[in-house]
């Protein structure tokens, strides 16, 4: 540049929405806020969409959705301060499901610190116990260094929450363009051994009773197809666990379903019996009694993108570090290639067809204990009955809620990903109506439903305006048993009464509240009203709420599971 050339310059926040997009950013979901409007103001002018919420909790959990259901990077965008610690347990949530997501807040710039002064607090120290990575940006020439910087961290090795605060002296600071570093680094790489492949097959061929749980690991690695023909090739059953609910469809002959031990069927009794448990991005945790379901004698595969997570609650046998899709399909050309799989099926025929009786067995026999008539819907024949009614491969149920939450996950029947989205180990209520609303977004075509229970409904209740204002019609059907079921029944079985006044709901009419925010309402009272229900409420064109009254005196699979593994 000669002297009579000037240098181009721009204020810091001119520099983010190039980055964004080059980060292939699609949503930004958030609220206003004076700290951010910088950065909405970079994105005004772009393909990419804000979507603007009433609480950061929901905006949080809408972008955690958009993540889970994409395998794309979530971004939630707030304002300093409370803003931010509104975003905590969101965050958490996606800390313990591995949600790749980018949390941007504001941030005080140096002038500002230590004055007492509106929203002044030091954001980094709360966040970092629960983040992949906690980065803040203090000069205006690094913001897409720090852009990308946490997006190839919530992406790359196994997916998780970032942090990145922008201040606003960065966001307010010239910078000359020219001085401004612009990279842009993904790894597509997919790390594997071969040699742990014929470890695997090897220990594979040395079993009788052997097992696949895939888990979410699988889902992120989109390797749903890689683990179906391994199990087409060798005849090992699967079990699907948390995000790799579907990655396999339940209705394939080999797949049976859902890998918790409480639901009808042989997720059970195959643990306790298999000789062999391949772990495919499964982490061993409470939704496994921490290992303490498998057979002891069973020998242990544990497949995953983050070796420090192999071996957590369970001694391991084989630890394999590495992608699952890469890894499995390693296996599938090395068991096709030395043309073993004839023999491993007519070696595993008897243990499927085991499983086979044991899981039409188990599933008829819970249906046998749910009444269809009584005062109140059993809760177990409403989620039977949704789970009929949800049966297009495409359709979404976000689960929310205590013992709401964990009926609907029991009965869902997953033909491929995101046929389900719940809370997972954090356990948080309130996912549910942001869950819907980020898929509808993104599938518009798609039939979303919102299965909650009544205490959940409070907790981000007015996203329904949202919804309405977006013009979604999502269906959000409410488990209404009029009050906080889960701990209400853990009560009753530890001391055989509840402590009064801590867990009665009253009973407010959410359907009609629904309907003065623009939406629809619809009241059930009776079983045979439910199916007629869905279909209006699917038919309609606006967000309806369907009010269930069900049996407050049913103790549900989530309380008697917790009790029994309270102790491990």
Request: negative net charge.
């Amino acid at each position: 540049m000669n002297d009579t050339q000037q240098a181009v310059k721009v204020e810091g926040w001119q520099l983010i929405s190039d980055a964004l997009i080059k980060a292939g950013v699609e949503y930004v979901f958030g609220l206003p806020g004076e700290s951010i409007s910088p950065v909405q103001r970079a994105i005004e002018e772009t393909p990419i969409k804000i979507i603007t919420t009433r609480h950061e909790q929901a905006a949080t959990f809408m972008a955690e959705a958009y993540a889970k259901i994409t395998r794309k990077t979530g971004v939630v965008l707030v304002t300093v301060g409370p803003g931010f610690t509104n975003t905590i347990s969101a965050m958490v949530t996606a800390q313990l499901y591995n949600t790749p997501l980018v949390l941007i807040a504001g941030g005080q710039g140096p002038n500002a610190y230590d004055k007492l002064g509106l929203q002044d607090m030091r954001q980094e120290p709360i966040i970092e116990s629960i983040v992949k990575q906690s980065f803040i940006c203090r000069t205006a020439q690094r913001i897409p260094e720090y852009i990308d910087m946490a997006f190839r961290c919530a992406s790359q090795g196994r997916p998780g929450p970032v942090f990145l605060e922008l201040p606003i002296n960065a966001l307010d600071a010239e910078v000359a363009v020219e001085t401004v570093p612009v990279p842009c680094t993904r790894s597509k790489s997919r790390p594997f051994d071969k040699a742990d492949a014929k470890a695997i097959i090897e220990m594979i061929a040395d079993s009788t009773k052997p097992v696949i749980v895939a888990g979410s690991g699988a889902h992120y690695s989109d390797a749903g197809q890689e683990i179906t023909q391994l199990a087409e090739l060798t005849g090992i059953p699967v079990f699907t666990a948390k995000a790799g609910r579907g990655v396999v469809s339940d209705t394939h002959p080999l797949c049976f379903g859902n890998g918790l031990g409480i639901v009808p069927g042989c997720a059970m009794p195959a643990a306790m019996e298999a000789d062999l448990v391949l772990l495919l991005g499964t982490r061993v945790c409470l939704f496994m009694a921490n290992g303490k379901l498998y057979n002891p004698a069973a020998k242990i595969i544990q497949v995953d993108i983050e070796p420090e997570e192999i071996g957590r609650n369970k001694q391991i046998d084989l630890p394999v570090f590495g992608d699952v899709k890469a890894l499995v399909a390693e296996c599938v050309a090395q068991i096709t290639e030395d043309k073993k799989n004839e023999a491993l099926k007519a070696k595993f025929s008897e243990w499927v067809a085991h499983l086979d009786t044991l899981h039409e067995s188990g599933k008829a026999v819970n249906l046998e204990t749910i009444p269809k008539e009584g005062k109140f819907i059993h809760p177990g024949f409403l989620a039977n009955t949704v789970n009929e009614f949800m049966n297009r491969e495409d359709d979404v149920v976000a689960a929310d809620g205590g013992e709401a939450q964990i009926w609907i996950s029991v009965a869902r029947t997953c033909l491929r990903p995101s046929n389900i989205l719940d809370p997972g180990l954090f356990g948080c209520l309130g996912t549910g109506i942001p869950y819907a609303i980020a898929a509808k977004i993104i599938n518009p075509d798609r039939r979303v439903m919102v299965y909650i229970g009544d205490g959940s409904m409070g907790f981000n209740f007015m996203e329904i305006e949202t919804s309405i204002r977006m013009g979604l019609p999502i269906v959000i059907l409410i488990d209404n048993n009029r009050k906080w079921g889960m701990t209400s029944n853990s009560m009753q079985m530890r001391f055989k009464h509840y402590v009064p006044g801590t867990v009665e709901l009253g009973n407010p009419p959410y359907h009609e509240l629904v309907e003065r925010l623009g939406g629809k309402g619809i009241l059930v009272e009776k079983p045979d009203q439910i199916v007629p229900a869905l279909e209006e409420a699917f038919n309609a064109s606006v967000t309806t709420c369907i009010n269930v009254m069900t049996d407050p005196d049913i103790i549900g699979p989530g309380t008697l599971a917790f009790e029994l593994l309270k102790d491990l």
